[in-house]
């Protein structure tokens, strides 16, 4: 009787460890997209800086402001469309 019950714990206590780690898969592959999306604000505010930034000083003005906004603008759009590519790269490649 002792198989018995040890037949029917083991698939319990399985379902209940893959549940834990699709929720850890899950967790990770959040973490993993707010460090990407931290590396792309960094990337963009590094190259709309040197872009748009002749002098810093303790006021933006409107030429500057309206580059910055620029830049941030057509770097995101840019990496939208590299996304999306690739989006499309990879859903062609599965099917």
């Known amino acids: 009787m002792a198989d018995f019950n040890s ?10 460890e893959n ?3 699709a ?5 990770i592959a959040v973490e993993q997209q707010k460090a990407q999306f931290q590396a792309q604000v960094h990337n963009f505010t590094d190259v709309c800086w040197d ?7 303790s006021k933006l003005d409107s030429r500057t402001e309206t580059c910055l906004v620029s ?16 989006t499309q790269m990879v859903q ?3 099917h």
Not at 51 to 57: D, Y
């Open 7 to 16: 037949s029917f714990d083991m698939p319990s206590a399985s379902l209940s």
């Open 19 to 21: 549940a834990e780690s």
């Open 23 to 27: 929720e850890l898969q899950r967790l």
């Open 51 to 57: 872009k748009c930034m002749e002098k810093p000083s």
């Open 71 to 86: 830049c941030v603008e057509r770097f995101i759009d840019t990496t939208l469309a590299i996304t999306n590519r690739f």
């Open 92 to 94: 062609k490649g599965a």
